[in-house]
């Protein structure tokens, strides 16, 4: 019984910021590899940013320098800052888990506005 949860998504103007959180629940979280996905209507699913169970991180290179992701093992939590959103950035994100079996969560949107 595997389940991830995101939230802190919405709408926001271009140049603002979101904060998104994953709380994760049914697995070992310390151990696996966490990660944010998203998805723009009639696109592909594309990462966004990983972190692995010792810290390392990977950003796509669209959102190198303005997004961080992190995790709160105590919390089973993982983080994803969105500063400087641009409007190409709006999609619906998907919190994602490897443990090494994969997970997704239901995903939530964000939209970013002129």
């Known amino acids: 019984q595997v389940q991830l949860v995101e939230s802190g998504g919405g709408s926001v103007r271009a140049g603002g910021s979101l904060k998104l959180s994953c709380a994760a629940s049914?697995?070992?979280?310390?151990?696996?590899?966490m990660g944010w996905y998203r998805q723009a209507p009639g696109k592909a699913r594309d990462i966004v940013a990983n972190?692995?169970?010792?810290?390392?991180?990977y950003y796509a290179d669209s959102v190198k320098g303005r997004f961080t992701i992190s995790r709160d093992n105590a919390k089973s939590t993982l983080y994803l800052q969105m500063n400087s959103l641009k409007i190409e950035d709006t999609a619906v994100y998907y919190c994602?888990?490897?443990?090494?079996?994969?997970?997704w969560g239901q995903g939530i949107q964000v939209t970013v506005s002129s």
């Open positions: 994602s888990a490897r443990c090494p079996w994969p997970y």
């Open positions: 049914g697995y070992s979280f310390s151990r696996c590899e």
């Open positions: 972190i692995n169970d010792r810290g390392s991180t």
